[in-house]
């Protein structure tokens, strides 16, 4: 672990795996977790079992991962539908200022490198997020997704 970032107030479970140049702080890690290098988990961020946070991803406040997840490299989370550096009266937006809009990926899930996930939006379980594409509706269980924006195209057969 060289050169992370791991707070005293991150939750961490048993033979959780953290490569170089993570910050944590505020977040809960499940069992059994690889998180890649050059990863950011922020405050209040839950990551359950069994999941594997691939590098350069971005989770921020607001999202829920359940176990056994899948999240690929360079993966971005949003939680503000309408950001703003100030308000109207010029001065610099705080915490006080804006909501954070929650968003979840159930158990099983996978989110494809480079994706863009919008707040907001609940990724069913087992679903697969094309690499690449912005989410920014719900996707249901057992769906494939992929494009910009992202469409269902089909559902996964077993």
């Keep these: 672990m060289e ?3 791991v707070k005293e107030n991150v939750k961490l479970g048993k033979d959780v795996k953290i490569f170089s140049f993570v910050n944590l702080y505020g977040c809960e890690i499940g069992d059994r977790t690889k998180i890649g290098a050059f990863v950011e988990i ?72 480079s994706s863009t996930i919008l707040c907001g939006v609940t990724i069913g379980k087992n679903a697969i997020i094309g690499a690449g594409a912005v989410v920014t509706k719900d ?12 469409r269902i195209l089909r559902k996964i057969q077993k």
């Design 139 to 150: 996707v249901p269980d057992n769906a494939i997704a992929a494009g910009v924006p992202a």
């Design 42 to 113: 922020q405050k209040g961020v839950i990551v359950g079992k069994d999941c594997k946070i691939s590098s350069h991803t971005f989770i921020c406040e607001g999202v829920t991962i359940e176990d056994r997840v899948f999240i690929g490299h360079n993966v971005t989370f949003i939680n503000d539908k309408y950001p703003r550096s100030a308000n109207e009266d010029g001065a610099m937006q705080t915490e006080t200022d804006w909501a954070v809009v929650p968003t979840f990926i159930k158990e099983g899930a996978s989110v494809g490198s």
């Design 3 to 5: 050169y992370c970032i």
